[in-house]
């Protein structure tokens, strides 16, 4: 027989309400009373692919290799190329066979490196607000998040700096996000070389999502 109740799971439970799914359920029930509602929620494409990528891509999809399994890290040809363009544009060196992963997304990237990275318990400096999955990952993987407020970024290093300072627990890592999702905020390099800094001074690894 099977049971129709809903299972109670640890790491489900650990989790905070989903915002987006909170910001649906509103949506569906003010629509329901017949309110007008301008989304401005998840940024989904309102414009046509160009055609020539919608041609490449019929073009790939008929090639019978495409059909294959890929490479965990993604095709070498890929991980290449994004080595190149860190080259090109920001002078860096990176080995595409042991510096690049290629993912499905920042959501994909941040869960799957959280559990690769994250023992129970270990401590992850998190920016408040932040897009769910930069707290979520580290949660479902059994960290514990350090909400640090963000109303600007320089509110945020100087959060950094007292969290990394006043915690029981050496955090393991610090997650910035700018351009930032959902405050829209931006920041120079002067910013960066300051985040390396505290980095470096309380061993933090830098998790940073470009958004």
């Known amino acids: ?113 959280a559990q690769a990275l994250t023992a129970p318990g270990d401590v992850i400096i998190c920016p408040n607000p932040a897009y769910p999955i930069h707290a979520y990952g580290f949660i479902m993987a059994g960290g514990v998040i350090q909400h640090v407020p963000a109303p600007s970024p320089e509110a945020y290093l100087a959060g950094i700096s007292q969290a990394a300072a006043e915690a029981h627990t050496s955090p393991l890592a610090v997650i910035v996000s700018y351009p930032s999702n959902p405050a829209a905020q931006w920041v120079d390099l002067d910013f960066y070389k300051e985040v390396v800094r505290l980095a470096k001074k309380h061993d933090l690894i830098v998790l940073s999502d470009v958004a």
């Open 1 to 113: 027989m099977l049971s129709m109740t809903t299972p109670d799971f640890h790491k489900i439970r650990r989790l905070p309400p989903y915002v987006f799914e909170q910001v649906n359920r509103l949506k569906a029930r003010l629509r329901a009373q017949g309110v007008d509602i301008i989304d401005f929620g998840m940024g989904n494409p309102d414009m046509p692919t160009p055609p020539h990528i919608v041609a490449k891509l019929i073009e790939t999809v008929q090639k019978p290799k495409t059909h294959r399994y890929s490479a965990s890290k993604g095709i070498p040809g890929l991980r290449r190329a994004m080595a190149g363009y860190y080259e090109r544009r920001f002078g860096v060196q990176l080995n595409p066979d042991t510096e690049v992963i290629s993912t499905l997304g920042s959501k994909e990237g941040f869960a799957n490196l």
